[in-house]
């Protein structure tokens, strides 16, 4: 079959990279890729948005199956697109519906999902400028720290997270009334700070059915010791030592269960991915927040942990038998280090000339925001490559990927050589 996968990040990389072994496959096709993905398939220079553009290329290459890899196509409705057009009405969206699409896209709107099922989550009100007084109220009654949430798609910028009472009320000012994040911080969840350490879960679902896929910690700040700025991700690890076989079992019946089931209550029909950030309070999960897609940089530790055929496993999302897919995973531990221009994730440069990818062996060199430039791959993007690795142990595979990072070479990088120090020692 043919397949077309929209995106041009690490995330689609992964997917790009694990798709072309499958025997189903017939032509790989990645939109607008980057130059890691053009070993995979066919590159196509279209935006993730451009609807119409990629109508036209769904016919004109006789696309059977479409993976959406971010989250802004989805909130903007490309699978409603998709089903309300005689020519592609037919054609497999793996993502959910607009409608879906919602528990990422609306903060508020996952929260109120998520107390209406009964899924654990902290407390939280929603502001907007007309109730700014009453949100200064609120933060108030909280301990510190203040957790300060825009409403919608914020290109993971969107969330503070304020030690200090007075900071906190200048910040919520600035995002309703100065519009710190545009349109997303027209509304503004405060949430409860949730103490614990963080992870992530990620389950794939037909509507009906679904697969616990392996579980994964990611770094989001730039600094070592995760300080600094937030970012996109810095690294990830999977299996995460402390999410064991108990801690996902409670994880299944008190969050995913009760969030597949919600989503049929309300007649949403959602057929993809759903990420839940999770915290693990003293055993307990506790919510952070949905997405409606695969984290990046998890899906460059997750997708390579899959033994099973992954585009297997998306026909049956797209026809919803599941249920009926092999689904095996690797016991090994995969981490990933990414590696960023300096500067990132604030301003950087692009367009710097990269060396020493065909000198690395024993990772996978995922491209994250790489394109070529005549013959030469060169920075596209804050976040360049993504290395993942192999091992018995976090510091045997974290090792392999310290070391490719080393080894490619462009101007300024940078990169934190810290990934997962915090887990090796944890149960």
């Not at 949403?268 to 949905?290: Q, S």
């Not at 942990?305 to 049956?316: K, P, V």
Request: aromatic share 8%; glycine share 10%; with cysteine.
């Amino acid at each position: 079959m043919n397949v077309l996968i929209l995106g041009s990040g690490g995330r689609e990389h992964a997917f790009a990279w694990k798709i072309s072994q499958s025997k189903n496959l017939q032509n790989l096709y990645i939109a607008p890729g980057n130059a890691g993905t053009a070993n995979c398939g066919t590159n196509v220079n279209i935006s993730v948005t451009d609807f119409e553009a990629i109508k036209n290329l769904v016919w004109e290459k006789d696309i059977n199956l479409v993976l959406v890899g971010p989250e802004d196509p989805l909130v903007k409705g490309i699978h409603d697109y998709f089903l309300n057009d005689e020519v592609l009405k037919d054609i497999p969206v793996i993502g959910p519906k607009k409608d879906g699409a919602q528990l990422e896209g609306s903060k508020d709107f996952s929260k109120q999902f998520m107390q209406k099922h009964n899924v654990p989550t902290a407390a939280y009100a929603t502001f907007t400028k007309d109730n700014l007084e009453e949100g200064y109220v609120f933060l108030e009654k909280l301990n510190p720290p203040f957790v300060l949430k825009a409403d919608g798609l914020a290109a993971g910028k969107g969330v503070l997270i304020i030690s200090d009472l007075q900071e906190a009320k200048t910040e919520l000012k600035n995002m309703l009334v100065n519009s710190k994040f545009g349109n997303a911080s027209a509304k503004v969840v405060i949430e409860e700070f949730l103490h614990g350490i963080e992870l992530s879960v990620f389950v794939l679902t037909d509507g009906k059915n679904y697969k616990i896929l392996p579980a994964a910690k990611d770094y989001k700040r730039i600094g070592v010791g995760d300080t600094g700025l937030n970012t996109g991700g810095m690294g990830a690890v999977s299996p995460v030592p402390f999410a064991n076989e108990e801690f996902i079992k409670k994880v299944e019946e008190k969050v995913i269960k009760p969030t597949i089931n919600g989503l049929n209550k309300e007649g949403i029909d959602y057929r993809g991915f759903i990420f839940i950030g999770l915290m693990n309070c003293n055993g307990e999960p506790c919510v952070i927040e949905y997405n409606c897609r695969m984290g990046d940089p998890e899906t460059e530790v997750v997708i390579p942990r899959i033994e099973s055929d992954f585009l297997d496993l998306l026909i049956g999302v797209g026809n919803q038998t599941l249920n009926t897919k092999e689904f095996l995973t690797t016991k090994q531990t995969a981490t990933t280090v990414v590696m960023v221009s300096g500067g990132y994730p604030e301003e950087f440069e692009k367009g710097l000339v990269v060396d020493g990818l065909n000198n690395t062996n024993d990772s996978l060199i995922f491209h994250s925001g790489t394109k070529f430039n005549e013959e030469k791959i060169v920075t596209n993007g804050g976040r360049v490559f993504a290395i993942t690795s192999f091992g018995n142990t976090i510091n045997e595979a974290v090792n392999k990927s310290f070391k490719n990072a080393e080894i490619i070479n462009y101007s300024n990088k940078y990169y934190r050589n810290d990934i997962g120090k915090d887990l090796i020692n944890l149960k």
